[in-house]
């Protein structure tokens, strides 16, 4: 079983367009996170859930929007797509807090035309 | 901004031991110093991490100077599928995880 999926692996769609990327883990863990990783490779965090609960929001446009239903799936929701959101990006989980390790997931290419 | 740095990349034979070099001169008492790697196309990979005592486990050996400014992840007998971005980062009380631009390592055959 593959502790952290997400879907689609790939997505593909127009600027102006809303589109949502979803995240599950199976690890039981508490925290949940997604990064992005740009055309220059660059990994940032973008938000972070402990329990359906938002913990850290970096300077990311509102367009992205964060959803946790429960504490396996944390889904990322982008409105009004633009061609800079074009990247990959990754969800995360962690066990605790503080210093425990993170897992990562597989990546979604997005590709904004 | 990442706290460490590393050499922008790093060629090894394969089979041969690689010692994979970090500098973190202003880490603080609390940070740890992590180690993942992010295979091609990939999501990163947790290898190691330890806070002044050396670590090992069944992938990599790190090693942390005594005044803990620098440390070096040692893969000890490299194999192809080893060839990666690895990113040594720092990580204190805070959630999030910093990563700067890594260190490109090729294991050649």
């Known amino acids: 079983d593959t502790a952290v999926s997400q879907t689609p692996k790939y997505l593909v769609t127009q600027m102006g367009n809303d589109k949502s990327i979803k995240c599950e883990q199976n690890?039981?863990?508490?925290?949940m996170y997604w990064y992005k990783q740009d055309s220059k490779k660059f990994l940032k965090i973008m938000f972070s859930?402990?329990?359906?609960?938002?913990?850290i929001n970096e300077t990311v446009p509102n367009r992205f929007s964060p959803k946790s239903p429960d504490k396996a799936h944390l889904n990322l929701h982008i409105n009004s797509l633009e061609l800079g959101d074009s990247a990959v990006y990754f969800c995360?989980?962690?066990?605790?807090?503080?210093?425990?390790?993170?897992?990562f997931g597989p990546g979604t290419r997005l590709t904004v035309l | 901004d990442a706290k460490t740095t590393q050499p922008p990349s790093m060629d090894c034979a394969e089979g041969r031991a690689a010692n994979l070099p970090c500098n973190h001169s202003?880490?603080?008492?609390?940070?740890?110093v992590y180690w993942y790697r992010q295979i091609h196309s990939q999501g990163p990979q947790y290898i190691i991490h330890?806070?002044?005592n050396n670590e090992t486990n069944e992938m990599a050996s790190l090693i942390i100077t005594e005044d803990r400014k620098s440390s070096t992840l040692i893969l000890p007998h490299a194999t192809l599928r080893d060839t990666a971005v690895y990113y040594c980062?720092?990580?204190?009380?805070?959630?999030?995880?910093?990563f700067g631009k890594g260190m490109k390592l090729t294991v050649n055959p």
């Open positions: 995360a989980t962690r066990r605790g807090g503080g210093t425990d390790t993170q897992y």
């Open positions: 690890l039981g863990h508490d925290t």
């Open positions: 859930y402990n329990n359906k609960e938002l913990i």
């Open positions: 202003t880490i603080s008492g609390n940070e740890y």
């Open positions: 330890g806070l002044k």
């Open positions: 980062i720092l990580q204190g009380g805070s959630e999030k995880l910093v």
